[in-house]
């Protein structure tokens, strides 16, 4: 093969690659801040991550990411600099899209140490209780005057088995993904066992999008995702 065949094939090789690219369907899809196990910004994952690259990539998209606070997240939206939202639900819609089917949940929880033996059947028994939620929760804040908010969820899980606090408030799988990870990180004392306590509504959450058959399409596949258990199989990844 001579210098000439060998630089018309690299040269029909870079076009073909550059149509390819070219025609490359992109969703940018914007996503809360860091919050394991839901959403983890620096390996692109997470639970609803996961979920929606499943969903979607399998007809052939493409899903970019991009992580902001919620008011900059809808803002972003609705300049339409991205086209898909997560956390949504009918409370926050935004009219004139398109919001997908209801596929994911914030359950919060009160968790304490089981050894404590704690009987609470309502908020009104954490009275004389110190309870620990994350950073603008306002979970409790007019009933319970040591009731307290911190920035970082790992240190609410450190704190209850400290026993610096007697409860904490704070969603199902992010207590299971830092309890998890703190077993590997300091060993025993995370395997005490705890007692959860279910007080609180649930948050039912779905996604928000600007082109109605993108959502349909998504709306199908999650399905089909969970019918067949693939679903459970990445939820059991971050949370064993």
Known sequence: MNRKSIFLKSIIFLILTMNILGNEKIIKVAF????PPYV???SNSGIIVDLIKKALEKE???IKCYYFPSSRRVLEFEKNKVDVICDMNKNNFISGNYLS???YEYENILVTLAEKNYEIKSEIDLENHTVLAWQGADMLSNQNKKYYEIASQEKQVKMLYAKRV???I????????????????NGKKYLKPIEYYYLFEKNKCG???KNQKIRDLFNKNVKEIQKSGEYEKIIKKYIK
């Open 101 to 103: 089917n209801m596929i």
């Open 60 to 62: 052939g998209y493409k």
């Open 170 to 185: 704070v969603d199902r799988f992010i207590f299971e993904y830092f309890k998890n990870k703190s077993e590997i990180d």
């Open 32 to 35: 809360g801040d860091t919050l």
């Open 40 to 42: 983890l910004k620096d």
């Open 166 to 168: 007697d409860a904490i």
């Open 207 to 209: 996604f928000l999008f």
